[in-house]
């Protein structure tokens, strides 16, 4: 098994608390923290991005080109891959028919806006979004999270989008406008992971 790097394990915890209250920003202005089983998103449940070997896999997609020896990155790609299959087939709104189509559609609306590393951290358009969401619905014969998504960026044109370009460290990091209680919860489920992190060699300093 590859270890990421602490760096890229940072960058990774750092790039999931920003995914959870982004989505969550979201998710409580629309009315869709009731439909969602797993909220705080991906924090909760098996298979949580917070549950080492998900992060472990994960991580590895945020290491810096050359951290990686040429000869090992097709294992750390598998690696990756695998942590990520772990992760959708058992967090609910990765599953047909477990959640409310809505939750499927926030959820990739919300990765597509903050420019992670495997996607060049590049912001996608609306009108990417929407494309890149037909093209996996028509496969998925999943059209009615397409409806979804276009209905969900149709409303968020109209509301101040969350600064989750505040959120820049594994620690504490500013409320972008979620309830409290949201705020709070986030916070501990992270400093609960954190000695699990410490077990394995990261964050000791």
Not at 88 to 112: E, R, S, W, Y
Not at 143 to 164: D, G, H, S, V, Y
Not at 172 to 177: C, E, K, R, S, T
Request: a neutral charge; glycine letters at 6%; one cysteine or more.
């Amino acid at each position: 098994m590859i270890k990421p790097s602490e760096q890229a394990m940072k960058d990774y915890l750092i790039g999931l608390k920003r995914h959870t209250f982004h989505y969550a920003y979201w998710a409580e202005i629309f009315g869709l923290v009731k439909e969602d089983r797993q909220f705080p998103h991906d924090c909760v449940g098996t298979g949580n991005r917070l549950e080492l070997p998900i992060a472990s896999g994960m991580a590895l997609s945020y290491e810096e080109n050359g951290n990686i020896p040429q000869a090992l990155k097709g294992k750390a790609q598998i690696q990756t891959k695998e942590a990520i299959r772990s992760h959708n087939k058992t967090q609910f709104h990765h599953i047909k028919g477990l959640v409310h189509p809505a939750v499927m559609a926030l959820d990739t609306i919300c990765a597509m806006r903050e420019k992670r590393p495997y996607n060049q951290r590049k912001e996608f358009s609306d009108e990417e979004i929407i494309e890149i969401v037909q093209a996996e619905c028509e496969y998925e014969e999943n059209f009615q999270k397409l409806i979804e998504t276009r209905k969900l960026i149709a409303e968020m044109r109209r509301i101040e989008k969350p600064r989750i370009e505040l959120i820049i460290r594994f620690g504490a990091v500013p409320n972008i406008g979620v309830l409290p209680s949201t705020y709070h919860e986030v916070t501990r489920l992270f400093s609960e992971a954190l000695p699990q992190f410490q077990e394995a060699g990261y964050f000791r300093g």
